[in-house]
């Protein structure tokens, strides 16, 4: 696991996602692990946040039905095909952290 | 432009961030996947020959399942944990053994066939050992590996 990468940050949030292969180079059947990371960098709590992936084909749920998904705070809501969180608050300064996990299909 | 057989495809999965409704963050993480075609690899040991224990007999098949002709492959084989000695090679191909490694040429293989080996190895020695095949091909001389296949026996 690598250092996670600031992928975007928007008004007082800032999203970093790392992948369990640090190059992101994988081979099919090889399990793919995402940790989200979405930070709140400012003193106000941030409210109704919904966290949406969604993978391409070859990124399969680990056990064919569904994502093995972990967050922080907030609630899960389907994690089939894609994943959605819904978060009512992100305090101050404070980070939700999400972790899905996946496999590489074998084609 | 060279045509290798595992290809290294980009692929990219999307997060979205909606804060009141209000679609706030996009971005995309990209996966790269090495995509190798469907050429497996199966490896199965023949029970030992009750009067001689140490000399063993592994079948070695190459399934291809794909539509699509594959050339200049080379199966490579060998034992680790135990000293070992090729008796007999059974195929119409050609090979070589460099090393205790056995090196099977493979110059064409058809779409859908596959392709066996049985050897006979004489096993100097006892206890575990592991029987190790890979499917490579050969890219301007520089051998890629496509498949591993490894098996474990005890002698």
Redesign the interface.
């Known amino acids: 696991m690598t250092e996670a990468n600031q992928?975007?940050?928007?008004?007082a949030?800032t999203?970093y996602?790392r992948?369990n292969h640090g190059?992101?180079?994988?081979?099919?059947g090889n399990v793919?692990e995402?940790t989200?990371d979405?930070v709140n960098n400012s003193p106000q709590p941030?409210?109704?946040?919904?966290?949406?992936?969604?993978?391409?084909d070859?990124?399969k749920p680990d056990d064919n039905t569904q994502f093995s998904v972990v967050t922080s705070s907030g609630k899960i809501i389907y994690k089939e095909e894609c994943v959605i969180i819904a978060i009512a608050e992100i305090k101050a300064n404070d980070t939700v952290r999400i972790i899905i996990k996946g496999r590489?299909d074998d084609? | 432009m060279i045509n290798k057989i595992c290809q290294?495809t980009m692929?990219?999965?999307?997060?979205?961030?909606?804060?009141?409704?209000n679609h706030?963050?996009?971005?995309s993480?990209?996966?790269?996947?090495?995509?190798?075609p469907?050429l497996l690899l199966k490896q199965r040991f023949l029970p030992p020959d009750f009067d001689d224990s140490k000399r063993i007999k592994i079948i070695l098949t190459l399934f291809n399942y794909e539509y699509q002709n594959f050339e200049k492959l080379c199966l490579s084989h060998s034992l680790e944990g135990v000293p070992y000695t090729y008796l007999l090679i059974s195929g119409n191909n050609e090979f070589s053994i460099d090393k205790g490694v056995l090196n099977i040429k493979i110059d064409y293989l058809p779409s859908l066939s596959t392709k066996s080996f049985i050897l006979d190895i004489l096993i100097n020695g006892s206890g575990k050992f592991i029987s190790k095949l890979v499917l490579k091909e050969c890219i301007n001389c520089n051998p890629e590996i496509i498949r591993v296949c490894e098996c474990q026996q005890i002698i």
């Open positions: 992928i975007a940050t928007a008004d949030l999203l996602c992948l190059n992101h180079n994988y081979y099919c793919i995402f989200v979405i941030v409210y109704n946040l919904i966290y949406h992936q969604a993978f391409p070859i990124v590489i084609l | 290294k692929y990219r999965s999307r997060i979205n961030l909606f804060c009141d409704y706030i963050i996009s971005e993480i990209p996966i790269k996947v090495m995509v190798c469907k």
